[in-house]
């Protein structure tokens, strides 16, 4: 199946028009030795509906979060989509536009966008937004990379428990400008120690924490701020924005850079994409901000008009010199996540926080009660807990998995080490209902039984 | 027979979200709490927010009709012609949305275990594949998002393959028509960029290049086709320059569109390849993102690509990911990349197929020399040779009689064309590059090219509508200093003092790329 519309005639009259006698002929520039002369080594084309029956067959081949209930989190959430997000994100004026440079026919995308930097402000409580960056981890690269710049320190200082996956982005982005990494571990209630902090801040560009933390614990961001701003450094915050409705904006508690990753708003699972890196900082900073940021200005007639703006800190402009490289972004992803924040409002932004919060405390408290899990950290907790079962984790979610359920993430391979080989992390979204919730505590009970 | 009109966007201005906003009016609810609420106290005090964030109040209906009506402000491929050169702005197959909405992928977690995602494996094996035949190389990393991820990760797998054979390189060569992107992605790896002039046909100066590689040279990043739509065709005379002091070659896949199953990167003597999966494979841009940008390396890069990567176990005949060792860089994406886009490319893989595929570079190619032809009698072309899938015109002439590249791109949005890219590459005088890909009918072409020579045509006698053009856009030409100057980066109920900042908003005549 093919997309070009030529037929033969407009084949050899266009051929004709330049005087080639063939299609080979327009592939003269190319030296005879570097000519592919052989069909491709793969299959043949297909239509439409063969090539859905494939992804069809292969789709199947997966169990997905419609056929096991998810517990799952760990960075990725199976929050609701609104329904009116994919239709409206799937407008061809959206989805086939490319990066807004002729801002005179991109009003569309450069409004939602601006649209989009204002919410992110609110919950972060910091002024600027870009319009995006890929993922979380590597917002946390970028927001170390603007700390640096600030400070002139290469620096950073891992404070409490950062999604482990996040630090292995940042570790492999700081090769290239040989950032140091310093781990402050964290205590044993599962947030950053504040001694931790302070000995390693010293001549450090940043801290960096992330809250509520991958273990799910909710950090005392404004100590931190003050531990981290009397070394000097700056405090880059991992946010989760769908606690936002009920947690104090990180920007207000004294962080200086916070980033997110933006999946759990309109964003589907994807499998780990295409998710939305959030990045905000203070107005004092917004030429070290990486990427697009969109601004409000006027047309020649007085007309408001919005446009891609301090372009002088991009690649396209400043080269060897910009504050980042990246080009392409994850527009629509933003647009999706403006889309959900705008259907939720600040009352449905709040009722999923505390829907989140009371369901994870449920799941928390029957898991105990049934299944003889104890709460591995006593630290208050927004939608994601860590406990410690009496069996392997990694078999309990075999189980569990038989009887319909995604229990969650087993520690020990993501934070070995660290005494956690019989932790398991669970998320609980809104989305879950006490039905399901008491299943898994009943599913998880019977494995350990069996197991042990 | 009735004659097209030429497409138009809305012109009604669309208020902000915000201001739609009513007290009490909402869209979204969650279900009844089914579990008892939390106490107050299961949040501490001074960790709770105090200040609701200021959200839209709007009903669903008027949701729908703010987003609906700003798409209708906005210009994508489903709308109409979109030449913007060195971006393929192809068609992009609604069968590939499908595909990626088959809730076996879309509601697919990243972290659930093998055994749960055989299926979403074996398309990532298998696309990787088809990637490799394309391109002639070893293997594939799909952690990348997009190109410019791809360089980075490129660049950091160039850095430890020297740093295991006990070599500290500096240095990173890129040609002066480069993207923007080259030389950041450089900066980025800790290395420092040197350019490398073009000669006077508009190919890398192979001697230049020769006289500039030494022992401290890490690679060569180049596009081939290069950014003028040029085959580069000393190409392998300039492998054999960089691996003869043990340098890398990086193919920068921008215009791979141009050479598909015509010609391959890995047979011209590139080490590692970066593919944009949203220009060659169709992949929707989504007015800037999500793109996918897949690196392929050569065998002896293997080791070094970012883990986990997706494999096939002969001996199980089971899919799992295959964390390779420590010569690995590490990860680049929190989990696998846009898994998403490339459910989209790979649908797109399929269904063109081998066959399909070097339709693509034919028509491609084809489309770009036919438009160039009818155009180059009233532009000049910026270099003479016959271009590939794209190719550049400056404006020169134009300009000398009173009208710019920008101006005459402006004016194009007025005759219900996308303009082209402008002012790159940087080393043509008022470059416009055009690339009108191999989805575009030739009545198309014959359309556009006529606008481009009307609009020569008004220089003279209607040069001010020209220079204050488009005329027929949602907006006039917005005063982009002023954005920069006078930096309003979000809506606030009540319009802050505004804050001047002396710092220059950069050049008037920026690359559109």
Not at chain 2, 5 to 17: G, H, K, M, N, Y
Request: proline share 7%.
């Amino acid at each position: 199946m093919e997309f070009a519309p030529h037929t033969d005639a407009d084949v050899r009259m266009m051929l004709d028009a330049l005087g080639l006698a063939s299609v080979d002929d327009l592939f003269a520039p190319i030296p005879s030795s570097l000519r592919y002369e052989r069909p491709l080594d793969m299959p043949e084309g297909h239509t439409e509906i063969e090539v859905l029956r494939e992804l069809g067959a292969l789709a199947a081949r997966n169990r997905s979060t419609d056929e096991l209930v998810c517990f799952l989190g760990a960075g990725a959430y199976d929050h609701h989509v609104p329904s009116m997000v994919w239709p409206l994100l799937s407008r061809g004026e959206f989805a086939t536009s490319y990066t807004p440079y002729q801002p005179e026919v991109s009003q569309g995308v450069l409004q939602a966008l601006f649209e989009y930097q204002t919410m992110i402000s609110e919950l972060t409580g910091l002024e600027i937004s870009n319009a995006s960056l890929y993922d979380g981890g590597s917002a946390l690269g970028e927001a170390v990379h603007m700390a640096a710049s600030a400070t002139g320190r290469k620096a950073v200082v891992l404070a409490g428990c950062i999604n482990p996956l996040y630090a292995a982005v940042l570790r492999t982005v700081a090769r290239g400008p040989d950032f140091e990494l310093r781990e402050a571990r964290w205590g044993s209630n599962g947030t950053a120690d504040l001694d931790a902090i302070r000995a390693l801040a010293d001549g450090a560009a940043a801290v960096a924490i992330q809250t509520p933390s991958f273990l799910g614990t909710l950090e005392d961001v404004a100590a931190i701020a003050d531990v981290t701003h009397a070394a000097g450094a700056k405090l880059i915050v991992h946010f989760d924005l769908t606690s936002a409705g009920i947690l104090e904006a990180p920007g207000v508690l004294g962080a200086d850079i916070v980033v997110a990753e933006g999946q759990p708003l309109g964003n589907h699972l994807n499998f780990g994409g295409p998710y939305v890196g959030v990045i905000a900082c203070r107005r004092e900073e917004a030429r070290r901000l990486p990427g697009r940021l969109v601004g409000e200005t006027t047309d020649r007639e007085g007309r408001r008009a919005f446009v891609l703006t301090l372009q002088a800190r991009e690649q396209h402009i400043r080269r060897a010199k910009a504050t980042s490289n990246i080009c392409t972004n994850q527009t629509l992803n933003a647009l999706g996540t403006s889309m959900a924040l705008a259907w939720l409002g600040p009352e449905g932004l709040r009722e999923l926080g505390e829907t989140c919060l009371a369901k994870a405390r449920y799941c928390r408290d029957r898991l105990v009660e049934v299944a003889g899990a104890k709460p591995a950290f006593d630290a208050p907790a927004f939608k994601e807990f860590a406990v410690r079962l009496a069996a392997d984790p990694v078999r309990v979610c075999e189980r569990a998995a038989a009887d319909g359920y995604l229990a969650g993430l087993p520690l020990a391979e993501h934070l070995p080490g660290r005494g956690l080989d019989d932790a398991l992390l669970i998320a609980v979204t809104e989305r879950r209902t006490r039905e399901e919730i008491d299943g898994l505590a009943e599913s998880i009970a019977r494995a350990c039984k069996e197991e042990a | 027979m009735t004659q097209p009109s030429p497409p138009r966007l809305a012109l009604a201005e669309e208020q902000l979200v915000f201001e739609r906003s009513r007290p009490g009016r909402r869209a979204g609810r969650m279900p009844p709490l089914d579990v008892p609420a939390a106490p107050a106290e299961a949040i501490p005090e001074g960790f709770r927010r105090r200040r609701a964030p200021l959200l839209p109040e709007v009903s669903e209906n008027e949701l729908v009709r703010h987003y609906t009506r700003l798409s209708q402000r906005n210009w994508g491929i489903d709308t109409g012609f979109y030449p913007l050169g060195s971006c393929s702005m192809k068609y992009n197959p609604k069968l590939a949305e499908d595909a990626a909405a088959i809730p076996g992928f879309r509601r697919l977690h990243p972290l659930q275990p093998e055994s749960q995602t055989q299926g979403a494996l074996q398309m990532l094996v298998e696309l990787e594949r088809s990637l490799c035949a394309v391109t002639g190389m070893a293997g594939v990393t799909f952690q990348p998002a997009a190109g410019a991820h791809g360089e980075l990760t490129g660049l950091l797998i160039m850095r430890a393959f020297h740093e295991h054979n006990g070599q500290r390189r500096k240095r990173v060569l890129i040609p002066d028509s480069a993207h923007g992107t080259n030389p950041a992605s450089v900066t980025l790896a800790g290395y420092q960029t040197q350019e490398v002039p073009s000669d006077s046909r508009g190919l890398v100066d192979v001697e230049a290049l020769e006289a500039m590689v030494g022992d401290d040279v890490a690679g060569f990043m180049i596009t081939n086709p290069n950014t003028l739509g040029l085959f580069e065709e000393n190409i392998e005379r300039v492998a054999a320059a960089i691996h003869s002091v043990g340098g890398l070659l990086y193919y920068d896949g921008a215009n791979l569109n141009a050479i598909l199953g015509r010609s391959r990167p890995g047979d011209m003597g590139f080490d590692i390849v970066h593919m944009n999966l949203h220009k060659t494979f169709a992949t929707p841009h989504g007015g800037g993102g999500p793109g996918a940008g897949p690196l392929a390396v050569s065998e002896r890069l293997l080791p070094f690509l970012p883990g986990p990567r997706p494999a096939f176990d002969e001996a199980s005949g089971r899919y799992r990911w295959d964390e390779g060792d420590d010569r690995s860089i590490g990860r680049m994406h929190t989990f696998w990349g846009n898994f998403g886009i490339l459910v989209r490319a790979s649908s797109y893989a399929r269904a063109l197929g081998s066959d399909g595929l070097r339709h693509v570079a034919e028509r491609a190619v084809l489309n770009a020399n036919y438009l160039a032809h009818r155009l180059r009698g009233t532009y000049d072309l910026a270099f003479p040779a016959q271009p590939m899938h794209e190719f550049v015109l400056s404006a020169r002439k134009q300009k000398a009689r009173g009208a710019k590249a920008m101006d005459i791109a402006k004016r194009v949005l007025d005759y219900g064309f996308h303009a082209p890219t402008v002012y790159f590459p940087l080393i043509v005088d008022e470059a416009m590059m055009v690339e009108p890909t191999e989805t575009e009918a030739v009545e198309t072409l014959d359309a556009f090219a006529e606008a481009l020579i009307a609009i020569d045509a008004e220089i003279g006698p209607n040069l001010e509508e020209l220079k204050t053009a488009p005329h027929t856009a949602p907006i006039s030409r917005p005063d982009e200093a002023r954005a920069a100057r006078n930096l309003v980066p979000r809506w606030y109920p009540q319009a802050p003092e505004p804050v001047h900042d002396p710092e220059d908003a950069g050049p008037a005549e920026k690359p559109s790329i």
